[in-house]
């Protein structure tokens, strides 16, 4: 395993987000070259991959079960169904689609680091999940498969990640077939000042802390906590859904807009 | 959100912990694999979803077609257990039935062997309108002062106090079980990993 942080650029602004050149991108509140970011959130996943589950859990309280719980929910998947799980980790939302679409079905975990599909992968063959899942190694931005292949798409707290987002949709929207949905779960803007505070405080000093003290490594924890604030806001990334051609986009916040789910469909 | 999820969740866990401690109820749930069966129960204000495999993944989803669908109330759950009572029930308006009468005989089939205490499991969630409002998702809502306060309340609790004081316990308790189940390294989940490996062997 790599050492996680060694070829992190120096800290350029560390009161928050700055301006960004054509090819420059944002890692958490750096700013860094596009070409890099990858290989840097890569980092940041190896180093995690092996605790990730647990520091979920620890993280969240539990809660992102529940969040998981409630996409799912939204999904409207049925038996027979093509899902991808993209960016897909260690395949929560994976083990269930393949329940829920069973063996007529197919379900493709996706993920850009191979160290979080070999945990999802041991996890789910632990669990006896065989039949129907598939394990693929991909960009989000580049999806490796044809148009009009999925009927659903799912990307939990993943979108966050990608250099290019945009490019990341308009591939999505690619690979979906006409009547599939997106459904996109990820940290969002709280939608109240209060709350909004409590947030900021808990994820940028006490996240980090529990980061160094689990998994020793505070620096990625850093970057996630940095990297929630620089995401786009709920209204945003409706805005950035529509552009790359989804439609009927609605959104729902949860615990407060701490997390926000997206749908939309492709006609 | 995410009251509803955490009733679902934990109830989830409930029905599946029973399967597992039932040696035959693999061979019960078999007839059922692949099906959908929705109930209305009446005193909770969301329908639940049973989507059947070789466990029970239960849903919160009022859109996808099913197989079958019932509506009864809490008490009538229990008569459901026995499969001569169905057409009674129907007679006696305790139960609407929709759909295919198989998967709702193969469900109380499955029921029959199952000790479930559906009111411990349920009821106190029933009449939870708080919880049933911020179960109106994806529904745009005009959204008057009166309203936004109360969204105000709701959120503050649903965020900051209530999620964590009722997440913990059937949280904690799946991830207990989870661990357990782990350990106890069943026999399934040996052969199935067993099968994994010939396959792999096989396919080089
Ligand atoms: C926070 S994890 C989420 C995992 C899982 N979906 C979950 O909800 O638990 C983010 C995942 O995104 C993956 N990722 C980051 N950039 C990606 C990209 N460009 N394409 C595909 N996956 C990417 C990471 O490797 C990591 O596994």
């Known amino acids: 395993m790599s050492e996680p942080n060694s070829d992190r650029p120096q800290e350029i602004s560390p009161a928050g987000p700055q301006q960004v050149g054509e090819e420059q991108t944002h890692f958490g509140f750096k700013t860094v070259e596009k070409a890099r970011k990858a290989s840097m959130v890569a980092d940041v996943f190896h180093s995690v991959a092996g605790k990730y589950d647990l520091m979920n859990d620890l993280l969240s309280m539990g809660v992102h079960r529940l969040w998981k719980r409630f996409t799912i929910d939204c999904s409207g998947v049925r038996p027979g169904q093509r899902v991808l799980d993209l960016a897909g980790g260690t395949g929560d939302l994976a083990a269930k689609f393949s329940r829920l679409v069973g063996p007529t079905g197919q379900v493709v975990l996706a993920d850009i680091n191979e160290a979080m599909l070999k945990v999802g992968r041991d996890k789910l063959r632990d669990k006896g999940i065989l039949v129907n899942m598939d394990y693929v190694q991909a960009n989000a931005e580049s999806l490796p498969f044809p148009d009009n292949h999925f009927d659903l798409i799912t990307i939990a707290f993943g979108l966050r990640n990608v250099t290019d987002k945009e490019k990341a949709l308009a591939s999505m929207f690619r690979v979906l077939k006409p009547g599939g949905r997106l459904l996109v779960l990820e940290f969002s803007k709280p939608q109240i000042e209060l709350l909004s505070k409590a947030y900021d405080l808990y994820s940028f000093h006490v996240l980090p802390k529990i980061g160094q003290l689990v998994v020793g490594d505070g620096e990625s924890y850093q970057y996630l906590a940095e990297s929630i604030r620089m995401h786009p806001d709920q209204e945003t990334l409706k805005t950035m859904m529509s552009e790359a051609g989804f439609e009927q986009i609605t959104y729902h916040n949860m615990t407060g807009g701490i997390v926000a789910l997206h749908r939309g469909f492709k006609f | ?204």
Not at chain 2, 91 to 114: C, I, P, V, Y
Not at chain 2, 117 to 125: A, F, I, P, T
């Open chain 2, 1 to 204: 959100m995410p009251a509803p999820q955490l009733m679902v969740s934990a109830l989830e866990l409930a029905l599946n912990k029973l399967l597992h401690l039932d040696p035959l109820s693999g061979h019960r749930l078999q007839p059922l694999a692949g099906k959908r069966l929705r109930i209305q129960v009446r005193e909770l204000p969301w329908p639940l979803t049973f989507a059947f495999s070789d466990q029970v993944d239960l849903l919160l989803d009022e859109d996808t077609e099913v197989d079958c669908s019932m509506s009864l109330s809490l008490s009538t759950l229990k008569d459901m257990q026995d499969v001569s009572q169905i057409g009674q029930l129907i007679q006696q308006q305790r139960l609407s039935l929709h759909g295919d009468m198989h998967t709702a005989q193969s469900f109380s089939n499955l029921l029959k062997e199952l000790d479930i205490d559906w009111e411990e499991q349920l009821s106190c969630y029933v009449g939870d309108v708080l919880a049933h409002q911020t179960l109106q998702f994806f529904r745009s809502a005009r959204i008057d002062t009166r309203q936004r306060l109360e969204r105000l309340r709701q959120m503050l609790s649903d965020g900051a106090l209530q999620e964590k004081k009722l997440a913990a316990h059937p949280l904690a308790l799946e991830d207990f079980s989870e661990q357990v189940s782990q350990l106890r390294g069943d026999a399934a989940r040996f052969e199935a990993r067993l099968t994994q490996l010939e396959q792999i062997k096989a396919g080089k």
